[in-house]
C-alpha cells in the first residue's frame, strides 16, 4: 500500500549583483535617480523590430498575446509564424506590412476553409480562430510566401491569488517598485492576458496567518527554516492536507503491520499452524479486508486535500535587518555587522536601541546614528558608530541592538535572494508532476523589473518552468518586451510564448558563472501551460520539478 507523497520545490531568482553564487542581478542605490534610464532603475525598453517584408506585427488594439520569434531579426525565416491569442469568440488584429512593388496584390487564406481575403500595406486586419497563410498575387498566379498567422483562442481563465502586504511605516506610493494590490493586478492581468488569464487578488492581511506586519531579521542568526516553515504553515492552514495525510500515513503504517504479521503465519502452511494461529487466521483475514476498504476513503481525503489550490503572494515592501553591538575585534571604537553587505546601502538610516528596560546602553527610546570609515570583509561590514554629531555612542554590547528599516528587503531566510517560490505539487502514481499553487515571498525591488520578478514567481505556482534567455531579447543590461517572463536570470521581461521555449535547471548549472543548463528535449508552450496542458510532458518535465540526485537539475540546484 503506498503513502501520499507531497513535494515542496523551491525556485529562487536571486537579484544582488555583491553576491557571486549563481546569482545575478542589479541592486539599487538609493542615489541612483530613478527617473534615469538605466538597467539598474529596473526599466524594460522597447524591442526593436527590423522592418522586413512581408512580415506581421502587433497591433496596439489587439487585447491578447502576440508571439513572433525575435530571432527574425537577424534569421528572417524564424518569423515565418506568428501566434496570436484571443479569447473564444472574439477575432484576433493584426497589423501588415506588405511591399506594394512585388506583387499586384496580396491574399490572406483561411487554410482549413481556402477563404481568402485582400489585404493591403499597414491595414489592421481581423481574424477569427484558425490558421491563415499569406499569398503574393500577379494576375491568376497566386505565390505562397512563407509567411503564417495561426489564430488560437482560450476560454477565459481566472486564477485566484492572496495577496499579503508587508509594510509597517512605508509608503509604497513613493516607489513604483514597492507593491500595491492595485499595482500587482494590473501588472498580472497586462502579462497573463497573453494567455487569456487574468487574477483575482483578495487581500489579506498578515495577521490572518498568524504573521508579522514586519519580519525583522537577525542578520548574525539567520534562520534557514522561515520560508518553509511560514509557507507549509500556510498551506496546511488553508488546505488541512497535513492533518488528513497523517492520518491515512498513519493507518497505512498500521495496515502494513498487520499484513506483514498475517503473512508470517499463512506462509508457513496450514499443516504447520498452531491452534492459536489457525484462529488467528481466520479471524484476521475479514478484519483485514474491512481495513484495507476503510483506507479508501481515506486516501480520497488526502489525495483532494493535497490539491487545494493555494497561491499566496508574500509581498514585502519593508523590513527591518538589526545586529547585536559587537566590538571589533581590529578596532574598539568599531562595531562589526555579520553579514552588513547583503543590505549595506550608504543613504539607509541606522538606529540604535536598548532591547530591555534594564539595560545600561542608550534606552528604549532609539537613537539615530551614523557608520563611517567602514570596512568589508567577506559579507561582513566593520564600521565606526558615532551619534548625528559624531559623538561616541556609549551601548551596552550585552543588550543594545543597531537596526536599520529602509535598506531594500529580501526574502528573510535566503540573504541572497529577492525573491523565491514555495511551490507545492503531487507526485502522481504514475510517475509525472501536478502543481497545485505555492507561496510567494516577493521582496522589493527597483521599477518595473520589480512586478515582472513577482510575476515570474506566481508562473512557478502556475506550473511555468524556467526558459533559457533568447540572446537578442537583453540588451546592453536591458531586458526587452519580447523579453521572457520566465527566463531563468534576471533581467525578466513580460514575455509569454506560444512557441515553444527551451526549459532549463533553475539556478543554471551551479556555477555561478550566469551559464543556463537546459533539460534536452523539453520545451514549453507558455501559453497552452497556464492552461493545464503540460501534462502531456510531464514524465519529461518531473527531472526539473523534482529534481532528485540522479537529476541533471541536481548540481544547478
Same mark, same amino acid.
Given at each position: 500500500?503506498?503513502?501520499?507523497?507531497?513535494?515542496?520545490?523551491?525556485?529562487?531568482?536571486?537579484?544582488?549583483?555583491?553576491? &557571486? +553564487? #549563481?546569482?545575478?542581478? !542589479?541592486?539599487? $542605490?538609493?542615489?541612483?535617480?530613478?527617473? %534615469?534610464?538605466? =538597467?539598474?532603475?529596473? *526599466?524594460?525598453?522597447?524591442?526593436?523590430?527590423?522592418?522586413?517584408?512581408?512580415?506581421?506585427?502587433?497591433?496596439?488594439?489587439?487585447?491578447?498575446?502576440?508571439?513572433?520569434?525575435?530571432?527574425?531579426?537577424?534569421?528572417?525565416?524564424?518569423?515565418?509564424?506568428?501566434?496570436?491569442?484571443?479569447?473564444?469568440?472574439?477575432?484576433?488584429?493584426?497589423?501588415?506590412?506588405?511591399?506594394?512593388?512585388?506583387?499586384?496584390?496580396?491574399?490572406?487564406?483561411?487554410?482549413?476553409?481556402?477563404?481568402?481575403?485582400?489585404?493591403?500595406?499597414?491595414?489592421?486586419?481581423?481574424?477569427?480562430?484558425?490558421?491563415?497563410?499569406?499569398?503574393? &498575387? +500577379? #494576375?491568376?498566379?497566386? !505565390?505562397?510566401? $512563407?509567411?503564417?498567422?495561426?489564430?488560437? %483562442?482560450?476560454? =477565459?481563465?481566472?486564477? *485566484?491569488?492572496?495577496?499579503?502586504?508587508?509594510?509597517?511605516?512605508?509608503?509604497?506610493?513613493?516607489?513604483?517598485?514597492?507593491?500595491?494590490?492595485?499595482?500587482?493586478?494590473?501588472?498580472?492581468?497586462?502579462?497573463?492576458?497573453?494567455?487569456?488569464?487574468?487574477?483575482?487578488?483578495?487581500?489579506?492581511?498578515?495577521?490572518?496567518?498568524?504573521?508579522?506586519?514586519?519580519?525583522?531579521?537577525?542578520?548574525?542568526?539567520?534562520?534557514?527554516?522561515?520560508?518553509?516553515?511560514?509557507?507549509?504553515?500556510?498551506?496546511?492552514?488553508?488546505?488541512?492536507?497535513?492533518?488528513?495525510?497523517?492520518?491515512?500515513?498513519?493507518?497505512?503504517?498500521?495496515?502494513?503491520?498487520?499484513? !506483514?504479521?498475517?503473512?508470517?503465519?499463512?506462509?508457513?502452511? %496450514?499443516?504447520?499452524?498452531?491452534?492459536?494461529?489457525?484462529?488467528?487466521?481466520?479471524?484476521?483475514?475479514?478484519?483485514?479486508?474491512?481495513?484495507?476498504?476503510?483506507?479508501?476513503?481515506?486516501?480520497?481525503?488526502?489525495?483532494?486535500?493535497?490539491?487545494?489550490?493555494?497561491?499566496?503572494?508574500?509581498?514585502?515592501?519593508?523590513?527591518?535587518?538589526?545586529?547585536?553591538?559587537?566590538?571589533?575585534?581590529?578596532?574598539?571604537?568599531?562595531?562589526?555587522?555579520?553579514?552588513?553587505?547583503?543590505?549595506?546601502?550608504?543613504?539607509?538610516?541606522?538606529?540604535?536601541?536598548?532591547?530591555?528596560?534594564?539595560?545600561?546602553?542608550?534606552?528604549?527610546?532609539?537613537?539615530?546614528?551614523?557608520?563611517?570609515?567602514?570596512?568589508?570583509?567577506?559579507?561582513?561590514?566593520?564600521?565606526?558608530?558615532?551619534?548625528?554629531?559624531?559623538?561616541?555612542?556609549?551601548?551596552?554590547?550585552?543588550?543594545?541592538?543597531?537596526?536599520?528599516?529602509?535598506?531594500?528587503?529580501?526574502?528573510?531566510?535566503?540573504?541572497?535572494?529577492?525573491?523565491?517560490?514555495?511551490?507545492?505539487?503531487?507526485?502522481?502514481?504514475?510517475?509525472?508532476?501536478?502543481?497545485?499553487?505555492?507561496?510567494?515571498?516577493?521582496?522589493?525591488?527597483?521599477?518595473?523589473?520589480?512586478?515582472?520578478?513577482?510575476?515570474?514567481?506566481?508562473?512557478?505556482?502556475?506550473?511555468?518552468?524556467?526558459?533559457?534567455?533568447?540572446?537578442?531579447?537583453?540588451?546592453?543590461?536591458?531586458?526587452?518586451?519580447?523579453?521572457?517572463?520566465?527566463?531563468?536570470?534576471?533581467?525578466?521581461?513580460?514575455?509569454?510564448?506560444?512557441?515553444?521555449?527551451?526549459?532549463?535547471?533553475?539556478?543554471?548549472?551551479?556555477?555561478?558563472?550566469?551559464?543556463?543548463?537546459?533539460?534536452?528535449?523539453?520545451?514549453?508552450?507558455?501559453?497552452?501551460?497556464?492552461?493545464?496542458?503540460?501534462?502531456?510532458?510531464?514524465?519529461?518535465?518531473?527531472?526539473?520539478?523534482?529534481?532528485?540526485?540522479?537529476?541533471?537539475?541536481?548540481?544547478?540546484?
Amino acid at each position: 500500500m503506498k503513502k501520499s507523497m507531497y513535494l515542496f520545490v523551491f525556485f529562487t531568482l536571486c537579484m544582488f549583483a555583491i553576491i &557571486v +553564487n #549563481g546569482c545575478s542581478g !542589479t541592486k539599487k $542605490d538609493k542615489d541612483v535617480d530613478l527617473t %534615469e534610464l538605466v =538597467p539598474a532603475a529596473g *526599466a524594460v525598453v522597447e524591442f526593436e523590430w527590423i522592418d522586413l517584408t512581408p512580415n506581421f506585427s502587433e497591433s496596439p488594439n489587439h487585447s491578447y498575446g502576440f508571439d513572433k520569434d525575435p530571432s527574425a531579426n537577424t534569421t528572417p525565416a524564424s518569423g515565418s509564424d506568428v501566434y496570436v491569442s484571443v479569447a473564444t469568440g472574439e477575432n484576433a488584429l493584426v497589423n501588415i506590412n506588405l511591399s506594394d512593388e512585388t506583387y499586384a496584390s496580396y491574399a490572406l487564406k483561411n487554410t482549413s476553409t481556402g477563404v481568402s481575403q485582400n489585404v493591403s500595406n499597414g491595414e489592421e486586419i481581423s481574424l477569427m480562430a484558425g490558421n491563415y497563410a499569406l499569398y503574393g &498575387v +500577379n #494576375g491568376t498566379v497566386e !505565390t505562397i510566401l $512563407d509567411r503564417n498567422i495561426h489564430v488560437i %483562442e482560450y476560454a =477565459p481563465k481566472i486564477i *485566484a491569488i492572496k495577496y499579503l502586504e508587508f509594510n509597517r511605516d512605508w509608503n509604497p506610493e513613493l516607489d513604483d517598485g514597492s507593491y500595491t494590490l492595485s499595482r500587482e493586478k494590473e501588472h498580472f492581468d497586462d502579462v497573463y492576458k497573453q494567455a487569456v488569464v487574468k487574477g483575482d487578488f483578495e487581500q489579506k492581511s498578515p495577521s490572518d496567518y498568524g504573521l508579522p506586519s514586519q519580519y525583522e531579521v537577525d542578520m548574525a542568526n539567520i534562520d534557514q527554516t522561515l520560508v518553509y516553515n511560514v509557507s507549509l504553515t500556510m498551506k496546511e492552514q488553508t488546505c488541512e492536507y497535513q492533518s488528513h495525510c497523517e492520518e491515512y500515513n498513519n493507518a497505512v503504517d498500521a495496515y502494513n503491520t498487520r499484513v !506483514t504479521a498475517y503473512r508470517e503465519i499463512y506462509n508457513k502452511g %496450514e499443516e504447520n499452524w498452531t491452534t492459536e494461529e489457525k484462529k488467528f487466521i481466520n479471524s484476521e483475514y475479514p478484519l483485514l479486508l474491512t481495513a484495507k476498504a476503510a483506507l479508501d476513503p481515506m486516501k480520497l481525503s488526502c489525495d483532494l486535500s493535497q490539491q487545494c489550490d493555494l497561491k499566496a503572494v508574500l509581498a514585502i515592501n519593508q523590513m527591518r535587518f538589526y545586529w547585536p553591538l559587537v566590538r571589533s575585534s581590529a578596532n574598539a571604537s568599531h562595531v562589526s555587522l555579520i553579514n552588513g553587505l547583503y543590505v549595506w546601502d550608504s543613504q539607509s538610516t541606522f538606529w540604535v536601541v536598548s532591547t530591555a528596560s534594564e539595560c545600561s546602553g542608550v534606552g528604549l527610546t532609539p537613537m539615530q546614528v551614523q557608520l563611517t570609515h567602514c570596512s568589508s570583509s567577506n559579507h561582513d561590514l566593520d564600521c565606526q558608530i558615532s551619534d548625528l554629531a559624531g559623538k561616541t555612542v556609549n551601548y551596552d554590547a550585552t543588550c543594545d541592538i543597531i537596526y536599520t528599516d529602509d535598506a531594500y528587503p529580501i526574502v528573510p531566510d535566503n540573504l541572497s535572494a529577492a525573491q523565491v517560490t514555495f511551490v507545492t505539487g503531487l507526485l502522481n502514481a504514475d510517475n509525472t508532476v501536478s502543481i497545485y499553487g505555492g507561496v510567494i515571498w516577493a521582496a522589493r525591488q527597483v521599477g518595473e523589473s520589480s512586478h515582472n520578478t513577482l510575476l515570474h514567481e506566481v508562473g512557478h505556482t502556475l506550473g511555468l518552468a524556467d526558459v533559457v534567455v533568447p540572446v537578442n531579447t537583453v540588451v546592453n543590461g536591458f531586458a526587452t518586451t519580447e523579453a521572457n517572463l520566465m527566463s531563468w536570470i534576471v533581467p525578466t521581461g513580460p514575455k509569454l510564448r506560444y512557441r515553444g521555449q527551451q526549459v532549463t535547471c533553475t539556478g543554471g548549472d551551479g556555477t555561478g558563472t550566469g551559464t543556463a543548463l537546459p533539460i534536452s528535449g523539453l520545451f514549453e508552450n507558455q501559453w497552452d501551460c497556464l492552461r493545464g496542458l503540460c501534462e502531456d510532458l510531464s514524465l519529461l518535465r518531473k527531472d526539473y520539478w523534482i529534481e532528485p540526485e540522479t537529476s541533471i537539475c541536481a548540481d544547478g540546484e
